[in-house]
């Protein structure tokens, strides 16, 4: 933070803060902060879950393996909507660092078209990740089947729970954006879902080499 | 009504038999009895505790000053008070857990084996969540926005609802002595002992959803220290100007970041096992225990930093500050800090040598824990010269910290000896090991606790703590402990293995009792410290130190009022240099009104804080019955709490410039009336908390 700037330095992609004082700058700079600290420790929850699946690849129980129920196919479009949700969040973030001035107002609707396209993507996901969960269990692979099936749906099972809270977590914004326009406090909020819901892509690719492609190649 | 599926639905597995009353009057033995009496302190230490505050009308100024406040000194105060009460719980346990061994030599004793195993598994339980933590990040909470010249938290909203998740763990844990037993897994709770096959009750689960909440509250506190510490310190308050307390305090927050989540898996892993019938840690399955193991001391050794570097802090500046002399070493304590924290992640598996794995797995973690006595031993040097040719003066916050450095001392090299894989295997699972950690953990945490509770109190409230009483309570402190744990070095050594309810070998009988002993005098520094509150509190007036500088001392803390106002800082200070306040004493700038004087916004109250430690709660409890109604009902008020908090806008309040401004004048006045007295002269009646500043020689701006 220099101390001289009085306009804001635009620190975070798609934070507009306009004519922030010093004081709300630095806040605003903290509140960003501390979610990618959170954010840090939630990825080491991920970590564990990687490695205890790691653990777990052999212990099958005389169960279902990873080869028998990985499907490449479903898997590859879900992550192309998680990918595209990606994208779309991102085109809202852009709309949105625009429309934070009073005179840009046109943007806010694209901005909310593009974040209404990511929250049907993400449910589209959401939706064909619990299909799977069912196929997978009509076939018996439960979780309380293996050590094996137990770490799978955990692992997947998590980052599903963290898209959900992703699909909870977007309406609300846009509600406050329809109550109270694009103050502060929802612009942090809105950078945080953002960083939250990119996070959550980083993740799905590492699921989706580590479980899902290395299913198909065994 | 009466219909069983709807009482199940309506109560889970609740029934009459899970209160200690009713058991204790279908079988009344003193093991019962003990429980049924433990109970009921809970119960009507609870309804006293309402009947007082209703009595006294104290709910109104209880929920607005101090319950929804967001004022991180409050909730530092709050988190240290909570301590005090779970502290006083588990050392009560553990005189119990002394009485039984040393009664129960080739005899039952007077508890049963279950209710011993409940008693050792709270007691580790408590006094490492509720007890330690709470306790140190009550004095973080309270000292380090001070020390860095910040007026609150990063996040003062976060900071409330961490208490209150805190609270909750704390809660569930004292209603488990009253509804249901608590688990008999050890603090640690190995699977798959603690799997539905071995532990069916509810017990597992109250530890479960009791450590839990405390992971979760610990890892928000993580968070909010390290963002203050990273984003709000005063314009040049570079980092190699933090006091050292910011530094250990900013070392553990980093801990608490990355070790918290570890527990929060493992924790939750084993409710996957016991709810969901998952095989992560089950014997069958493919489960496998040593994965909890692992994921356990993943955290479990961070922890044992976590709740030891605070108080290296403490000790810090409580030795600098009680010599008059600059840290010495400054750089080598951060750096010792640092390496710490580092190789804290890389000796886990020493606490499982035993388990299996390879030799030469073995050799590389033992060399790697014996590598954290090397900072360490920079540490104890550093504290030493730091009193060399000081003018040391034995408060009681003192003669805890040097009692430390040699108990601690000692404790290294019981550490030693059971960091060398061959000599763990003979010691493991022995009193040994339990000596070794007491030794470790009473120094390096309680004794820092206590010191910095001594320390930082007339800070707090105004007024000093009356020294007499503080000397008895060390003294019974540190010879407690070395009667308390020294005989179990012997015992272990001797082969007692730990935990055990019955004792089968008579020569074990005079060590047993000394150890008894000591359990009491420790019970009785307890006793002590309370008096010393009490007797404190009756002479307040004639202990003020409203100016708010009782001991010479260096921090920015000490540079404005006890109790300090609610916005710290009337103007945010400038630092420039290392001991920020003892120069600018000595230098003629204490003591100055500000140039102008501004509006100073700060957090609003909120009662969603405790709304969510409320819930969470009732979630958990919900959880532990299998009342499934009433865990969704309370998860849904949890999340809905949370969204409806996003939704508010109005969450700060102004103090305009002119109270701001009446505030410290009038300080400052009573800062100009004040006699300011000599080091000599600390420990009387005649300190106002004023300083008498004397020429130094070596003063770095003479």
Known sequence: MTATTVGPALLHAGLNLDHASREEAAQVQSDVFGFWVFLMSDAVVFALLFA??????????????????????????????????????????????????????????????????????????????????????????????????????????????????????????????????????????????????????????????????????? | MNDPSFTTFLFGQLSWGALPFVRAWRDPNISEIIGAGAGAIVVLGAFGAIALITYLRAWKFLWTEWFTSLDHKKIGIMYVVLAGIMLSRALIEAVLIRTQQA????????????????????????????????????????????????????????????????????????????????????????????????????GPDYWIWAVTLSSLGSSTVGINIACTIYKFRAPGMTFFRLPLFCWTSLCTAILMIFAMPPLTVATLLLAADRYAGMHFFTDDGGGNMMNYVNLFWLFGHPEVYIVVLPAFGVYSEVISAFSSKELYGYKSLIIATMAIAILSFTVWLHHFFTMGQSASVNAAFGIATMTIGIPTGVKIYDWILTMFRGEVRFTPSMVLSLAFMVTFVLGGFTGIILATPPLDYMMHNTLFLVAHFHNMLIPGTLYGLLAGYMFWFPKAFGFRLNEGWGWISAGCWISGFYLAFFPLYVLGASGMARRTQQVFDPAFRPWLLIALFGAFLLLTALITLFVQLYVSIRDRHANAVPVGDPWDARGLEWSVSAPPPEWNFATIPHVGDRDAFYWRKRAGGAYRPADHYRDIELPRNTACGVIIGIAAAALCFGLVWRIWWMAVLFGFLVVATVIIRSFMRDVTRTIPAAEVEEADRRWLAQAHAARPVPREQEQSGLNQGRAKIFPQPTAKHA
Request: avoid cysteine.
């Open chain 2, 103 to 202: 009664v129960a030599i080739n005899a039952p004793g007077y508890v049963q084996p279950e209710h011993f195993a409940q008693l050792f598994t709270t007691h580790g339980s408590i006094m490492i969540f509720f007890m330690a933590m709470p306790f140190l990040t009550g004095l973080m909470n309270y000292v380090v926005p001070m020390q860095i010249g910040a007026r609150d938290m990063a996040f003062p909203y976060l900071n409330s609802v961490g208490f209150w998740l805190t609270v909750a763990g704390a809660g569930l844990m004292m209603v488990s002595l009253a509804v249901g037993q608590f688990s008999t897994g050890g603090w640690s709770g190995y699977p798959p002992y603690t799997e539905l096959n071995f532990s069916g009750g509810p």
């Open chain 1, 52 to 218: 205890l699946f790691g653990t777990s690849l052999e212990a099958t129980a005389g169960g279902p393996d990873l080869a028998g129920v990985v499907k490449l196919g479903p898997a590859f479009i879900e992550t192309m909507l998680l990918l595209a949700s990606s994208f779309s969040f991102g085109m809202g973030s852009v709309m949105l660092k625009r429309g934070a001035k009073p005179r840009l107002m046109k943007h806010f609707r694209p901005a909310v078209l593009w974040l209404a396209l990511t929250w049907v993507l993400g449910v589209a996901f959401l939706g064909m990740e619990v299909n799977d969960f069912a196929t997978m269990a009509r076939e018996g692979a439960t979780p309380d089947r293996s050590f094996f099936l137990s770490a799978f749906s955990v692992l997947v099972g998590t980052h599903g729970m963290h898209v959900l809270i992703g699909i909870i977590w977007m309406p609300v914004l846009l509600l406050q954006l329809a109550a109270g326009g694009l103050d502060r406090p929802l612009k942090v909020n809105m950078i945080r879902l953002s960083l939250f819901w990119h996070f959550l892509d980083i993740v799905w690719i590492a699921i989706f080499s580590v479980v899902y492609l290395q299913g198909a190649l065994r």
